[in-house]
């Protein structure tokens, strides 16, 4: 790293430098990257940006923390959290594992005070880059017409190009699954997902109503599209979706939610647009039929290593204008990954419906 043009890094609107130092690794886990607030030292700066309380002893500030990630405060045998007590002078109470708490940071002096949370604010933001994303937001697509064009497809494409190089039944998307994600996120404990709900539904009230018009939203699925550049090394296909009536309000909510979102820090930002796609074949699912593809996001760990790639010419050349079927969509769903409901699809946190 160039120590005179170090890593910039912005959190809540403020920018910070990002120091590297080579620690000892967590067991599973990459090194940790050290941080301090920059240009300046942090406790130089006044803080706006959370409360800081003044008590008989000193100084107290409180951070909500998913409980999950209490372990990237404490480091391996303690070693971060005894770091950042001797260097900011503060004390820092973690609550015990599994249970969700606040963190509490105190010190005799202010500055300490504002030194250790900017520091743990900043940890927390890499950390939680690298978690795996656990819930989406999506438009259900697996009402039962769709469901059976959908198997109509699989059957015609295995009978047709089953013999072309990677194709196999276990690329095929789950028909109960069919869906549209918006935008992936990490949600760590029920406050979170809590807030993802209310988030969606002020969006309703902000937006969506006006939009959509209090009505369902009816939308065409047809004709089949591939992510990456070269048709004879596919890794998804997925199914194009349109308007019935030709307009684009379908894609502008999917993009006012995810800006919303974006903003309220409960999701990261990949693309000035929504990508609104139906996968109906993607290599992930050859090794993991309960496996779900991330929105366009390399969040977390990746499950894209030793991925297998198809070629999907023919498919492309017989069945690129495929209709699915149309669909009312009257829902955005908080989708959690890894689960199903009664009916097949993703067990559902919350929703805002538009009627």
């Not at 039929?289 to 498919?315: C, D, Q």
């Amino acid at each position: 790293m160039d120590v005179l043009r170090p890593t910039l890094i912005r959190i809540g609107g403020r920018v910070y430098r990002k120091n590297l130092v080579q620690e000892q690794a967590y067991q599973h886990e990459e090194e940790e990257d050290d941080f301090c607030a920059g240009p300046g030292d942090c406790s130089d700066e006044p803080c706006d940006a959370f409360v800081v309380e003044e008590t008989e002893k000193g100084f107290q500030c409180r951070v909500e923390v998913p409980s999950p990630l209490y372990k990237y405060i404490i480091g391996k045998k303690g070693e971060t959290k005894k770091k950042l007590e001797t260097e900011t002078r503060t004390s820092i109470s973690i609550p015990k594992p599994g249970v969700e708490g606040q963190i509490v940071i105190t010190g005799q002096h202010r500055s300490g005070v504002i030194s250790a949370r900017t520091r743990i604010d900043v940890l927390l933001d890499s950390f939680r880059k690298k978690q795996p994303f656990t819930h989406f937001l999506s438009f259900a697509l697996n009402q039962p017409a769709i469901q059976e064009k959908f198997l109509q497809f699989k059957e015609e494409v295995l009978e047709k190009c089953s013999k072309d190089h990677g194709v196999s039944s276990s690329l095929f998307q789950n028909p109960a699954k069919l869906h549209l994600t918006l935008g992936t996120l990490v949600l760590l404990n029920e406050q979170e997902i809590q807030k993802a709900c209310d988030l969606l539904q002020q969006c309703k009230e902000d937006f969506v109503d006006q939009i959509a018009g209090g009505k369902p939203l009816t939308v065409e699925v047809a004709g089949v599209e591939y992510m990456n550049d070269d048709p004879a090394m596919m890794d998804v296909l997925y199914a194009k979706v349109r308007m019935k009536d030709g307009s684009d309000r379908l894609q502008v909510i999917a993009d006012q939610l995810v800006e919303r979102f974006v903003a309220s820090g409960l999701m990261l930002k990949e693309w000035d647009r929504v990508k609104l796609h139906a996968t109906v074949m993607n290599t992930l699912f050859r090794k993991d039929p309960s496996a779900e593809e991330r929105s366009n996001t390399m969040t977390g760990k990746s499950s894209f290593k030793e991925r297998e790639s198809f070629n999907g010419r023919n498919i492309l050349k017989l069945f690129e204008n495929f209709y699915f079927g149309e669909v009312q969509l009257d829902s955005v769903r908080l989708s959690q990954r890894f689960s199903s409901d009664a009916s097949g699809y993703y067990a559902t946190s919350g929703q805002l419906t538009f009627s």
